[in-house]
Structure formats: structure tokens, C-alpha cells
């Protein structure tokens, strides 16, 4: 599905415990209050994105509406990301009672410390 189906267009879901554990020791990692973001190339077209939320966050339903803030911040942004990447995002205990805004913008915050946002030039 596209966009309008709700699912993500430029990317694909990391699944399985060996394409984490990959990206976990042979990526590049940045972090700030909420987030943990860990990238590595994988010399695709397209990104392959994978969320972590521990039980030290919380409950499942507090680790489950961790993980939608997340995968829905992403989702909107996913256009400024540059493409041929494995990203995986770790949430810290701090992410439990954070909001929308919070995660979006320590989302984008980690992406560009890892500079992997596509830069646009406009000229008049």
C-alpha cells in the first residue's frame, strides 16, 4: 500500500532479532532524552526502519502507544530521510509520558546529528 493506506512509502520494517543485532554492533549511534537512534548503510533504494521499546518503559499499552508515536512521526517525515539506510530506534524510559510533539522532534533532532536528512537548495 502507498501513504494513503497508512503505510509508509519509502520504507520497509526491520523483523527479525539478526537485521537488529546487525545495525546494534556494526552501526552508528546517537542519542538524546528520549530516543536512541542506531543507523547503518544497507546499500538498498529504500530505508528499513525498526523500533525497540523495552518493559523498562512500561506496560504493553504504554510500550505500544510508545511505539505508534514513533512509527507515526517517521511516517510523516519519512521524505526528508536520505534513502539506502537501516535505522533502528530505541525508546528510553523517559519516552513513557512524552507526547507527539516530544517524540517528533527528538525523532528529527537524532536525524539531523546523524545528518541523514536530504538538504533542499531553493533558488529564486
Known amino acids: 500500500m502507498d501513504k494513503i493506506g497508512g503505510f509508509m512509502q519509502f520504507s520497509e520494517s ?19 532524552k528520549y530516543l536512541i537512534m ?10 528499513r526502519i525498526g523500533i525497540s521499546v523495552s518493559k523498562k518503559v512500561g506496560n504493553s ?6 511505539k505508534r508515536l514513533i512509527r507515526e512521526s517517521y511516517r510523516l517525515h519519512e521524505s526528508v530521510f536520505n534513502s539506502g539506510l537501516d535505522i533502528v530506534i530505541v525508546a528510553r ?8 510533539a516530544d517524540i517528533e522532534s527528538a525523532l528529527l533532532h537524532l536525524a539531523r546529528l546523524h545528518k541523514i536528512i536530504k538538504v533542499y537548495i531553493y533558488q529564486d
Not at 542506531?38 to 530505508?47: C, D, F, H, S, V
Not at 499499552?61 to 510508545?66: F, K, N, S, Y
Open 93 to 100: 524510559k523517559t519516552a513513557a509520558p512524552a507526547g507527539y
Open 61 to 66: 499499552v504504554v510500550r505500544h502507544h510508545v
Open 14 to 32: 526491520l523483523k527479525k532479532n539478526h537485521q537488529f543485532q546487525f545495525v546494534y554492533q556494526n552501526g552508528k549511534s546517537q542519542a538524546n
Open 38 to 47: 542506531i543507523i547503518k548503510e544497507n546499500g538498498t533504494e529504500k530505508n
